[in-house]
């Protein structure tokens, strides 16, 4: 972890999507819709309320099984994993950032990202170490509670929870949607730094055409697929 590599062309597939399909209540969702996310790159994926952005992301962490089709993360396909399996591969490869962060109030920032290590039994002799480190680089102040953290704060801490496990792909559902604009721009540009600073890949959901604009390449949901944007106007 932390250190930059070269062009993510070059790199592995952290995600690949391939002909998914999924309907919900009678109504198609993805149809036929495949995806392909390489460690260093990150991908900004757009549409209208309702397209199936969030329902997307919940098939990658294998909450939702697909009708048919395949999500392999780091090369395994998460829909013929076993439920032990599946939550071994979350924890070992896969870190998410939610819109409001979703913390623990009541503990510490340093806590809440120990934490994350210990859930996934990750916890070794430098947890806490590194913990703090990911924190001081992101620039949250210690403080006793989370919920003493502005949202810019909190936000930051989600992304060191997020990274403490050195997983290969990254997710986050509208990261900066509860953010004031200076926030939200700040909170962008540590987002799309990560792919190459930990060698991650980088999916985001998201509303904002100028979050979206920051991400190698932008993805609009419609239509159960995936096309690229290619315009200014993402949503
Ligand atoms: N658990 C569920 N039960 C029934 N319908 C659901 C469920 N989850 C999602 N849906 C429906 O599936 C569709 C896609 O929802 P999803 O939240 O993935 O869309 P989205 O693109 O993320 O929307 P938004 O941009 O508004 O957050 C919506 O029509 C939603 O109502």
Redesign the pocket.
């Known amino acids: 972890m932390g250190t930059a590599h070269g062009a993510a062309k070059d790199s592995q597939p952290v995600l690949e999507i391939a002909r998914l399909q999924h309907a ?2 009678g ?1 198609i ?1 993805f149809d036929g819709l495949s995806l392909s996310l390489r460690a260093g790159e990150s991908i900004a994926v757009t ?10 992301l ?1 098939c990658v962490l294998g909450l939702i099984k697909p009708r048919a089709g395949s999500v392999r993360v780091t090369g395994q396909d998460i829909t013929a994993l076993r439920r032990s399996q599946l939550i071994s591969l979350r924890a070992q490869s896969v870190g998410m950032v939610f819109q409001f962060g979703e913390l623990l109030p009541e503990l510490s920032p340093l806590d809440n990202v120990v934490l994350a290590a210990l859930l996934a039994r990750r916890k070794r002799r430098d947890t806490r170490k590194r913990a703090q480190k990911l924190l001081d680089d992101l620039g949250v102040p210690n403080a006793v509670t989370s919920q003493e953290l502005s949202g810019g704060e909190r936000q930051r801490t989600a992304v060191a929870r997020a990274l403490i496990n050195e997983p290969a792909l990254l997710l986050a559902d ?1 990261p900066t949607g509860a953010l004031d604009t200076e926030t939200r721009d700040r909170t962008a540009d540590l987002l799309f730094g990560l792919p190459r600073e930990y060698s991650c890949g980088l999916l985001v ?1 998201t ?1 904002d055409p100028g979050i979206a604009a920051r991400a190698d390449r932008t993805l609009r ?1 419609a239509a159960g697929t995936l096309e690229p944007v290619t315009s200014r106007a993402v949503t």
């Open positions: 919900i209540g109504s969702l549409g209208p309320s309702g397209s199936g952005k969030s329902t997307l919940s509208e959901v509303h949901l």
